[in-house]
T-cell receptor, first 114, second 113 residues
Framework: NAGVTQTPKFQVLKTGQSMTLQCAQD?????MSWYRQDPGMGLRLIHY???????DQGEVPNGYNVSRSTTEDFPLRLLSAAPSQTSVYFC?????????????FGPGTRLLVL | AQSVTQLDSQVPVFEEAPVELRCNYS??????LFWYVQYPNQGLQLLLK??????LVKGINGFEAEFNKSQTSFHLRKPSVHISDTAEYFC???????????FGTGTLLAVQP
């Protein structure tokens, strides 16, 4: 199993550009989520999904869109990048419902918005 | 709403000394509690979790944590740390009707020789 994979590893964007961060898992987990990690702020939940076709907002959803057309994939879209979105982004998938399950994290995507 | 507080942003400790990383949570419903570890330039991995039952939970790498409902705490301990334990440690809480996992701000454990 590859586990949770994320692409790209690094990305530099200009303000106003759009991009999609890819996330895939091969563990057949129903629950997937996106976090951003900023110094001194820990991980903050952006969006999550409890299964294909079902998504919901986390703590900091503004400026980000998600969709879940398959169990395996959960892409995160930045519609119009802003410098405040400079961060490290982690995708995770979880056993069970998500509440009690173990989260498996990808290696992260480092995003710099100029 | 649930929240997690990790009061110590950094904990320096000498090798082979004991360590305790503090975590307090706030929730109006029953909770599940987790500790995750992040080594430099890596994603997070699970150390241990409390779902129910025994309040003393043992995890990987010799770590353990104790759930204390009256003090709403879930402190992480290790009796003797190693240089390789240097990492950032995150406490997290979930539960109730939501599937959300909420993380604390993290504690950097810096083990010195």
């Amino acid at each position: 199993n590859a586990g949770v994979t994320q692409t790209p590893k690094f990305q530099v964007l200009k303000t106003g550009q759009s991009m999609t961060l890819q996330c895939a898992q091969d563990m057949n987990h129903e629950y997937m989520s996106w976090y951003r990690q900023d110094p001194g702020m820990g991980l903050r939940l952006i969006h999550y999904s409890v299964g294909a076709g079902i998504t919901d907002q986390g703590e900091v959803p503004n400026g980000y869109n998600v969709s879940r057309s398959t169990t395996e994939d959960f892409p995160l879209r930045l519609l119009s990048a802003a410098p405040s979105q400079t961060s490290v982004y982690f995708c995770a998938s979880s056993t069970g419902t998500g509440s009690s399950g173990t989260q498996y994290f990808g290696p992260g995507t480092r995003l710099l918005v100029l | 709403a649930q929240s997690v507080t990790q009061l110590d942003s950094q904990v320096p400790v000498f090798e082979e000394a004991p360590v305790e990383l503090r975590c307090n949570y706030s929730s109006s419903v029953s909770v599940y509690l987790f500790w995750y570890v992040q080594y430099p330039n890596q994603g997070l991995q699970l150390l241990l979790k409390y779902l129910s039952g025994s309040t003393l939970v043992k995890g990987i790498n010799g770590f353990e944590a104790e759930f204390n409902k009256s003090q709403t705490s879930f402190h992480l301990r290790k009796p003797s740390v190693h240089i390789s334990d240097t990492a950032e440690y995150f406490c997290a809480v979930s539960g109730g009707a939501t599937n959300k996992l909420i993380f604390g701000t993290g504690t950097l454990l810096a083990v010195q020789p």
